[in-house]
């Protein structure tokens, strides 16, 4: 039996609309991480509640009665509106076609530029190899951007990998600061800080990390943005 075989339609539905609970989402999230069955039906579902969503906000425009004593008036109308639409429909094809033949060497230059895909780093060990490893990543990625293309790179950092961001812990201040001013955005999980405070812990954080988010609820983001996601 594959694994993603034990998350039942329901289950993933309850995900993506954001219903179960902390530790059975945790759990949905971390397997989705390692099979790629299961991440593909997360995927799956969260495309047809979009599709759902999008076909409630744009229903259709509900069609003319046909019935009534302009019926055959109404019919010659629209024959008319046709042919018109049809002739300025040929005209306007017979223009652009000339158009097109004139401007060839402009038409060749307006090709878009594929994107560049945005990463998001996931730091949950507290090895320091490993961390390293993490900002590392982040710096070949940028060097790695084509010229005069933007590419996105945020690193987040739960249960032991906190301890990259807190500032009397990590040993890469110095690395966190220079990535920073490279538009490289840390994330500290928020969930994570306040299990260590509940048992008592001061954490302080490398300047600009951000705390608002959980880890889970930026990955899931991130992902249905179409980011690319690695755990270190």
Not at 1 to 27: G, I, T, W
Not at 144 to 154: A, H, K, W, Y
Not at 179 to 196: K, P
Not at 203 to 225: C, F, G, K, W
Request: charged share 25%; aromatic share 6%; net charge negative.
């Amino acid at each position: 039996m594959n694994k993603d075989e034990r998350f039942s339609e329901e289950q993933l539905n309850a995900f993506v609309d954001d219903e179960l609970d902390p530790e059975e989402k945790s759990r949905l999230y971390n397997e989705a991480a390692r099979v790629r069955d299961l991440d593909h039906r997360l995927c799956a579902q969260r495309k047809m509640k979009e599709l759902v969503k999008h076909a409630y906000q744009n229903p259709p425009e509900p069609a003319p009665s046909r019935r009534g004593p302009l019926h055959r008036d109404n019919i010659f109308g629209r024959l008319l509106v046709a042919g018109v639409l049809l002739a300025v429909g040929i005209a306007s094809g017979l223009l652009v076609h000339n158009y097109r033949d004139q401007n060839r060497s402009f038409t060749t230059l307006s090709q878009p530029v594929a994107a560049v895909d945005n990463y998001l780093l996931h730091v949950t060990s507290g090895d320091p190899a490993l961390m390293h490893a993490a900002l590392q990543q982040a710096e070949a990625l940028l060097a790695e951007t084509p010229d005069g293309q933007r590419r996105q790179v945020e690193i987040i950092a739960n249960e032991q990998g906190l301890d990259l961001l807190r500032l009397d812990v990590t040993p890469y201040a110095r690395e966190i600061s220079a990535l920073q001013e490279h538009n490289v955005v840390f994330y500290a999980c928020s969930r994570s800080i306040q299990r260590l405070e509940e048992s008592g812990v001061t954490v302080e954080l490398v300047p600009h990390t951000i705390a608002e988010y959980t880890a889970l609820d930026r990955v899931v983001s991130r992902m249905q943005e179409g980011w690319k996601y690695e755990k270190i």
